[in-house]
């Protein structure tokens, strides 16, 4: 939450769909949000607060109850999840419309679960695409059109040597496992 209320950069998926739903409301998490908006910082604060003192509370008097949640069978909690995601998904607009939506977008999850594909990725981008646009779009205007001013400043070269060692990495990993084994049995000290 931190990074997302002070950078407006998302920690995870979840800090990623909260950040969505502050500029869905036309609040845009980052350094600014403290100067514009503080009532709405101070607010949030405040409900984090109520929300851990009330988890502390009701966990405590539910502790004995609880566990007793374990012993549904699945089959009969799945149910009962799934009514509750279409109920919540209709009562936003009274509309079939956002039910198919989700219907959409929960087989699309599901899919990416069977193909062992991470959701959070999907959700970075969903959330930090638009901000990246608009930025790039601003950097050019101040840079005349010229994408020279990414390669001209040091800091710039660095954050982008980075980035392509963060995306090469997993390519060279796997390859620079196998060459230290192949060392380890030709007995090379490495």
Wanted: glycine fraction near 8%.
């Amino acid at each position: 939450m931190i990074p997302m209320m002070t950078l407006g950069v998302p920690g995870d998926a979840i800090t990623a769909v909260l950040m969505g739903s502050l500029l869905i409301h036309g609040l845009r998490p980052g350094p600014m949000l403290f100067a514009e908006n503080p009532q709405m910082v101070s607010s949030i604060y405040a409900g984090f607060l109520i929300a851990l003192l009330l988890t502390l509370i009701i966990g405590l008097l539910m502790m004995r109850w609880l566990p007793l949640i374990l012993r549904i069978p699945s089959h009969v909690l799945l149910v009962g999840i799934a009514l509750l995601c279409v109920v919540g998904a209709y009562a936003i607009r009274n509309s079939m419309a956002d039910v198919y939506i989700m219907l959409f977008f929960g087989s699309l999850g599901y899919l990416l679960h069977l193909l062992s594909l991470p959701s959070a990725p999907l959700a970075f981008g969903l959330i930090l695409g638009p901000l990246l646009e608009e930025n790039l779009r601003r950097s050019l205007i101040l840079g005349r059109g010229s994408w020279d001013m990414f390669l001209n400043s040091p800091i710039a070269m660095s954050l982008l040597a980075l980035s392509i060692f963060a995306i090469v990495l997993p390519f060279i990993a796997p390859l620079w496992v196998r060459f230290k084994s192949d060392l380890q049995r030709l007995k090379v000290p490495f």
